[in-house]
């Protein structure tokens, strides 16, 4: 029972870890994507290869601000991963 219960509780610290590492991301990516469009008009002012930001956020930030996400989702979920099986190794 006292494997059981410490299975348990590693797999909802893994669960726990996992929820807050995705509603931290979608945070992120919501306040750039909003952030963007609230401000699109002070953004316009600021210039970043010639263009103006805010039409380089819409056109070109957004897909990197997208694949930047998965990319940290991905480095991030398999560190939590290996640490979860180290976990139920120790047991």
């Known amino acids: 029972m006292a494997r059981r219960r410490r299975i348990l509780d590693a797999r909802d610290a893994h669960w726990r870890r996992t929820r807050r ?23 316009a002012e600021v210039y970043l290869f ?20 998965i990319g ?7 560190r939590l991963e290996r640490r979860y099986a180290a976990e139920l190794e120790g047991l």
Do not use: D, H, K, N
């Not at 010639?50 to 996400?69: C, D, I, K, R």
């Not at 940290?72 to 398999?78: G, I, L, S």
């Open 72 to 78: 940290v989702y991905a480095w991030r979920m398999r």
């Open 21 to 43: 590492l995705t509603a931290i991301l979608l945070a992120l990516w919501l306040v750039a994507g909003f952030g963007t469009v609230f401000f699109a008009r002070e953004l």
């Open 50 to 69: 010639g263009w103006p930001l805010s039409f380089y956020m819409a056109a070109q930030g957004a897909s990197l601000l997208s694949l930047a996400t």
